[in-house]
């Protein structure tokens, strides 16, 4: 999940989309709902859930990618963060845009 997380964020804002702040997660969760093999490739989808005034949530889903059998889902909840003033800061109405943007029409089914 912190692969895709990573990657969803650079995507979406390039490796430094913030000097001096960025999000850190304060809780994960996955729900392993079946086996998977070493040899098996692994799609995962990952994508804004829940917006809040300065946390959001990221849903994960992985499924093999041969068959579409459900392998996991999984939860992160970021919260923005100053790193050199250690205080949380409000999710920008630039941040809210590209994810609308980025994820128009996107949904995550289990």
């Keep these: 999940m912190e692969t895709a997380r990573v990657k969803y964020t650079i995507e979406l804002f390039g490796k430094e989309w913030r000097v001096g702040s960025g999000s850190v997660v304060a809780s994960a969760s996955c729900d392993y709902k079946s086996a998977s093999f070493f ?20 849903v994960y889903r992985m499924s093999d990618l041969a068959s579409g059998r459900l392998v996991c889902l999984g939860k992160t909840v970021q919260v923005l963060w100053h790193v050199q003033e250690r205080h949380t800061l409000l ?7 590209r994810v609308e943007t980025y994820q128009k029409g996107w949904r995550l089914d289990p």
Excluded: H, N, W, Y
């Excluded at 040899?39 to 990221?58: C, H, I, N, W, Y």
């Excluded at 999710?91 to 845009?97: A, G, L, S, V």
């Design 39 to 58: 040899g098996e490739t692994l799609k995962v989808e990952v994508g804004v859930a829940r917006m809040g005034s300065k946390s959001f949530d990221l």
């Design 91 to 97: 999710i920008p109405d630039e941040f809210r845009q």
